[in-house]
């Protein structure tokens, strides 16, 4: 699981801080990527802006993205990831505190994997977060990065 790199888009400082303790607590120690905002994950997908000398050719193993983001909201980040040949077939859990219908049913129709709501319980999102760990990061088994 050590090279496998997860980006989590989390504008949340308290968000951010469980999800990576909860990563942590469960022997997920993958490098994990943070961005604050919709567009700042965006510049780190396609390699611009701050994040413009990176490979873009090494992409996250998985996505978590949060909905509501300020600059670009998560349903329009995840437009873009499905519609750029580079990212589309990106893995992307949205993990979010929202139990809007309209959220779920927009999540899914974008093409995202999988939509979980985030446990208010503490030792819920504990599980919740090893549990996504463990299938996103060693039982799926992802598509190539394309050649573009």
Do not use: C
């Amino acid at each position: 699981m050590e090279n496998k790199t997860i980006l989590l888009v989390e504008d949340n400082p308290d968000d951010e801080a469980l999800t990576l303790r909860a990563l942590k607590r469960n022997n997920i120690l993958n490098e994990v990527i943070v961005a604050r905002d919709g567009a700042e994950a965006l510049d780190y997908l396609f390699a611009r802006g701050v994040h413009g000398g990176r490979d873009a050719g090494k992409q996250p193993e998985v996505i978590l993205l949060d909905l509501k983001l300020p600059k670009v909201d998560g349903l329009e980040v995840l437009q873009q990831i499905r519609q750029d040949e580079r990212t589309r077939r990106l893995p992307v859990v949205i993990l979010t505190s929202s139990n809007e219908e309209r959220d779920i049913i927009a999540g899914y129709d974008l093409g995202a994997n999988s939509y979980i709501r985030k446990p208010v319980d503490f030792n819920q999102f504990m599980e919740a977060v090893r549990q996504l760990g463990m299938y996103w990061l060693v039982l799926n088994v992802s598509p190539p990065n394309p050649r573009v």
